[in-house]
């Protein structure tokens, strides 16, 4: 079973939809969560930690479900600079950043 | 100014043969990562190195041999080239060993013939 799982996409959605993307991950000792977005072709970067109360970056709302060993993005009024592939991150360890990526959500906003 | 610089960002080659891809971070950072994205995209780490000293080594063979010189640079040599290291290798840094954030190199796609 992988660490982290994630629908593959794409998701294709017009521009100011809401759009929600959903991870799972079989470590139930995972320390810390993350978001990361990659461009095509690009390396990834940090979109937001993901915390066990919630949090919110603008349009950007991440969730943790500690329970269920899932983790949510929700992106509001979607922008077509939102294009590109979202990666779940979990870390299971709580002394080294070993961070297990899933293999992203690709998401596409048109026109 | 690139925070992460990795050398070369292509790289082709014949089967057998060795190479090396070389990273170095002016952030000043204490962590420094290789990862590997393969075909499939996943992103899988193989060896961190904290203030130059070992503290992750995945399953990787042992074709692959990283080194860090000091806590800036740290690099990756692969001996044999076999075809299934075919894949996009991403550096990457951290403020230490526990931070969250990682920042990552632009890739070095390493393509086997």
């Known amino acids: 079973r992988k660490e982290v799982e994630q629908d593959p996409g794409p998701f294709n959605v017009p521009e100011g939809a809401t759009v929600a993307f959903n991870c799972t991950y079989s470590n139930s000792a995972s320390q810390s969560f993350f978001w990361y977005r990659q461009d095509c072709r690009k390396e990834p970067k940090l979109l937001m930690s993901v915390y066990s109360s919630g949090n919110e970056d603008g349009r950007f709302t991440a969730q943790l479900n500690r329970a269920s060993q899932y983790i949510s993005l929700l992106i509001r009024d979607s922008k077509l600079s939102d294009s590109a592939t979202y990666l779940c991150v979990v870390n299971p360890d709580y002394n080294f950043n070993k961070f297990y990526f899933g293999s992203g959500t690709k998401l596409n906003v048109k026109p | 100014d690139t925070a992460v610089s990795q050398t070369p960002k292509y790289l082709v080659t014949q089967m057998g043969n060795d190479k090396s891809i070389k990273c170095e971070q002016n952030?000043?950072?204490?962590?420094m990562y290789w990862y590997k994205q393969d075909s499939k995209k996943f992103l899988k780490i193989m060896f961190s190195?904290?203030?130059?000293?070992?503290?992750i080594n995945e399953t990787v063979p042992n074709r692959f041999s990283p080194k860090s010189p000091d806590k800036a640079h740290l690099n990756l040599h692969i001996n044999s080239l076999e075809l299934g290291d075919s894949a996009v290798y991403f550096c990457a840094s951290s403020h230490d060993r526990v931070t969250g954030e990682l920042f990552f190199g632009e890739g070095s796609r390493l393509t086997v013939l």
């Open positions: 190195y904290n203030n130059k000293e070992l503290i």
């Open positions: 952030l000043g950072h204490d962590t």
